[in-house]
């Protein structure tokens, strides 16, 4: 993890934020942003004294910190500790039970990778069935850096056209055609990619590859497999599309809006949405349980035409026992989910470029963690 | 007669000038320190040098499954996909990436390197010497994490015109060929690089050339040579051998740097056309390592990254040998 660290080096020379933490998806986001403290969903009566020891996704890291700044607000004694090692990692610990729960990117696989069956080992493992319980999801922005151009419509044909370096300038007839009323330069596009495998770029493949397959032919995968000139991280490509006149890269939300660089609107057959939050929660509103009961595994529906969904969001889940063997644990796991995932602690990652989970998500993922013991 | 560990009272006999001599019972320390230090000497030894046999068992010993389970030519392959059931990958493009880049910076950074010794201890008047010396010095202290923030942030910028310029002006010679690289190429890298490696061959450079016998000087200039006549005939060779290890010292650095370069380099997409050019992009291998450290999710693929690191170690070692041989050579026509 010294690279992360690193990472966070950087971040506080650069912003003098006090945010340390540095990782695939960090957030540098000024300390200032508000912890919605007390009125977390934590009353007195749940809370547990000790540790609670998780591990996992770098995507959820600083929501997970301010869910855990919300939780010891009202629980002082309570000691939740998150690694963000990355998703395999976590899931690791997570069978080997050296974690009381794990956050990951995607959802315990059931078929065999590498000869083995995560959610059958997880499943052992807990001596229960494991659930994958959905509790941060991030949209992806696409972040441009024209000159001129403040508005920009495209939609995922021509988004995988400009990343696969099949249009190559700005004034391409195939985005004129979507920007009716907007004069485009003649500026080269030039794409920034994540060189770090990261689950950003798996899940920005995973719609172009849902929404315009024909366009974007390439298997989802962790490394990018498009065109154009790869930089380290989210701060990297933010940073690089910044600098360069016609450049154009995928990022979350937070660094497109930290860097001030506009964001294209998606146009998903129903015209163009803009990138909110709430346009977010609409796309993950419409995904698929892929679960059983309270395993919450979903599919994202990248290619929805649902009017006003934003698609390019990623989910992020918690993976816990049903049952812990240990009933103690189960209780702490229980109590500190249970905070996570109330309306006052999801709004409030709003402000660090996190969408909360949309209403019906929401009460499903409650009335899990409910279940857990 | 003297000891290892002191000074014998009969080393320094009273002076005409009647200091009293040293004092034997005090000069010594007798059989115990000699032991105590002579162990503590060999102990330390014995670690380094266990040290590095264990890290290049390691590097071999984590790497050899992966290897063997790679199904592109390791050396010569351009693709790099390690993990998974068919894992492919070559560092070719690593290994030109990385010796372009610190190539580039040996090139600038030992002549101008010298330059500043030679100022420092021939030309500079003399109150001058000692505050721009320390102010060098401290070029070294800088933290590489600075220099890749002020490449990014301040030089990045300033060198994008002059690149421009250079692909095309120079763009008909293939290592000057414009590519599709903005920021972060090749020359870039190794012109930072150079930044960073300019304080180790001056400081060393410096130290060596203020050694030069002052009888060699006064020699060459009493036979009517110039002052750079002086240099050429007397400073330089006594102070080739130490310039050539500070170069390699500073190679090494090059070689392995990672930080700074992490920060700067443009990656390629898979795929990309080969070519010559400084202007391209690529990853060096510490960059490669340390940009994907996060996701080693299995042996195998933390095998490839650790078989990358393997050929850097050999690398550094090549060119350290190299320095070793030749300052051997040097050192008989110098004394």
Not at chain 1, 36 to 50: N, V
Not at chain 1, 160 to 173: C, H, L, M, R, S
Request: aromatic share 8%; with cysteine.
């Amino acid at each position: 993890m010294s690279v992360s660290r690193i990472g966070a080096i950087g971040a506080i020379a650069l912003s003098g934020a006090l945010a340390l933490s540095a990782c695939a998806s960090e957030n540098p986001a000024p300390a200032a942003s508000a912890s919605s403290g007390g009125t977390s969903g934590a009353s007195a009566a749940d809370c547990f004294s000790g540790d609670l020891k998780a591990e996992g996704s770098t995507a959820q890291k600083n929501a997970i910190d301010e869910a855990i700044k919300a939780y010891q607000t009202a629980c002082a004694n309570a000691n939740i500790d998150y690694q963000p090692t990355g998703s395999g990692a976590g899931i690791k610990q997570f069978i080997a039970k050296q974690v009381d729960f794990a956050g990951s990117d995607s959802a315990l696989k059931t078929v065999p990778k590498d000869g083995k069956v995560e959610a059958t080992d997880a499943k052992n493992a807990c001596g229960s069935d494991a659930w994958n319980l959905p509790m941060v999801t991030g949209p992806i922005a696409i972040a441009y850096n024209v000159k001129g151009v403040d508005k920009l419509v495209l939609n995922a044909e021509v988004a995988a056209k400009i990343f696969d370096g099949k249009i190559t300038t700005w004034n391409d007839p195939a985005i004129a055609a979507l920007n009716k009323g907007v004069t485009l330069p003649a500026t080269p596009i030039k794409v920034f990619f994540r060189s770090d495998e990261s689950g950003t770029t798996e899940n920005f493949t995973k719609y172009l590859h849902a929404a315009a397959p024909s366009a974007w032919t390439y298997d989802p995968a962790k490394k990018w497999t498009g065109q154009g000139e790869g930089k380290e991280k989210s701060a990297g490509v933010a940073t690089a599309t910044k600098g360069q006149d016609g450049g154009i890269t995928y990022v979350e939300l937070s660094y497109a809006q930290q860097n001030q660089l506009p964001m294209a609107q998606i146009d998903n057959g129903s015209g163009p949405v803009e990138l909110t939050p709430e346009a977010a929660g609409k796309t993950i509103a419409t995904a698929k349980q892929t679960g059983t009961g309270n395993d919450l595994a979903l599919k994202i529906d990248y290619a929805t035409k649902e009017a006003g969904a934003y698609p390019i969001v990623l989910v992020t889940y918690e993976i816990v026992c049903s049952k812990y063997a240990d009933a103690e644990t189960g209780k702490k796991v229980k109590s500190f989910l249970k905070s996570f995932s109330s309306d006052a602690v999801q709004k409030s990652l709003t402000s660090l470029g996190y969408a909360p989970l949309p209403t019906e998500v929401a009460t499903k993922v409650q009335s899990a963690v409910n279940a857990i013991s | 007669m003297s000891t290892v560990t002191g000074v014998s009272a009969t080393d320094d006999p009273p002076g005409p000038d009647g200091r009293t001599p040293l004092r034997g019972v005090s000069a010594s320390t007798g059989r115990l320190g000699d032991r105590l230090f002579g162990g503590a000497a060999t102990v330390s030894g014995v670690i380094v040098i266990a040290t590095v046999t264990l890290i290049a068992v390691f590097l071999i010993v984590q790497a050899v499954p992966a290897l063997r389970d790679n199904q592109a030519s390791f050396f010569t392959s351009r693709e790099w996909a390690p993990g998974g059931d068919t894992p492919r990958f070559g560092i070719v493009e690593f290994l030109w990436t990385t010796v372009a880049a610190s190539t580039m910076a040996m090139i600038i950074a030992v002549p101008f390197g010298v330059a500043v010794a030679l100022f420092l201890t021939q030309y500079a008047p003399l109150w001058m010497r000692g505050p721009a010396a320390a102010l060098v010095d401290l070029l070294a202290a800088v933290p590489s994490i600075v220099y890749g923030l002020w490449g990014l942030i301040t030089f990045a910028p300033f060198f994008k015109p002059i690149q421009g310029w250079l692909e095309n002006t120079l763009g008909w010679i293939p290592l000057f060929s414009p590519t599709g690289i903005s920021g972060g190429t090749i020359l870039f890298i190794g012109l930072v690089l150079s930044i960073m490696v300019l304080p180790i061959v001056t400081a060393l450079s410096r130290e060596v050339f203020a050694q030069t016998p002052l009888a060699h000087k006064e020699g060459a200039l009493a036979l009517g040579a110039t002052r750079w006549e002086m240099i050429r005939t007397a400073v330089l060779p006594f102070g080739r051998p130490g310039v050539i290890s500070a170069a390699m010292l500073a190679l090494g650095r090059a070689l392995g740097e990672t930080i700074a370069v992490t920060f700067l380099v443009s990656s390629l997409p898979d795929g990309a056309a080969w070519t010559w050019s400084l202007f391209n992009g690529g990853e060096t291998f510490a960059s490669k390592i340390a940009n994907n450290a996060a996701e080693f999710s299995n042996p195998n693929k933390t095998g490839a990254y650790i078989a990358a690191g393997l050929v850097l170690f050999v690398l550094t070692f090549i060119v350290n040998s190299i320095a070793r041989i030749v300052i051997e050579r040097r050192k008989a026509f110098t004394e």
